[in-house]
Structure formats: structure tokens, C-alpha cells
């Protein structure tokens, strides 16, 4: 039993630890490498973010995933780790 225990605390403190170790996301000032680097729910974060800054409203779902097709292209080509994904075409 102290064995459970011991380990699923163990198992706690890992996960804490490894959450902390993730892509910074910031809107519309995400760098390119952190994005590529980000899960899908942190890139729809950082994306749904960017949009409702530049327009003042929650963006429509169809426009969230446009968006993120753009700047996934243009982190990849285009762009440099450096470079904002603010800064990738989009409506």
C-alpha cells in the first residue's frame, strides 16, 4: 500500500514538474517556435487569443481553424523561430 502510494505521489510531482515545461503561448506575440512546438489546444489558444485582440470579439470556429492552417504554413516556411505568429497572413 505505501508502495501505491509512494508512487502515484511520485507520478504527481513528475506531472506538475512537466507541465511547467511547456510552449510559452501569448496571442498574437507567439513566437514561431514556440507555436510549432505547442500542443493543438495551446495553438487554438494562442490563435482564438491573437484574433479576439485584433477584433475585439470571440473569432468563429471555421475562422480559429483558417487562421491556424496559416500560420502553421508560415512558421514553417516563411517564418523564423523569432518571428510572431501575429505576423502570418490572415483575415
Not at 19 to 39: P, R
Request: aromatic share 2%; net charge negative; charged share 25%.
Amino acid at each position: 500500500m505505501k508502495a501505491m502510494t509512494g508512487m502515484a505521489t511520485a507520478g504527481l510531482a513528475l506531472g506538475v514538474l512537466l507541465s511547467g515545461c511547456g510552449a510559452k503561448v501569448e496571442g498574437g506575440d507567439t513566437s514561431c517556435k514556440d507555436y510549432l512546438k505547442a500542443n493543438d489546444g495551446d495553438q487554438q489558444t494562442a490563435v482564438s487569443k491573437m484574433l479576439k485582440d485584433e477584433k475585439g470579439t470571440d473569432a468563429a470556429q471555421l475562422e480559429i481553424t483558417g487562421t491556424k492552417l496559416s500560420v502553421q504554413t508560415f512558421c514553417q516556411t516563411a517564418g523564423k523561430e523569432d518571428s510572431k505568429i501575429k505576423e502570418a497572413p490572415h483575415l
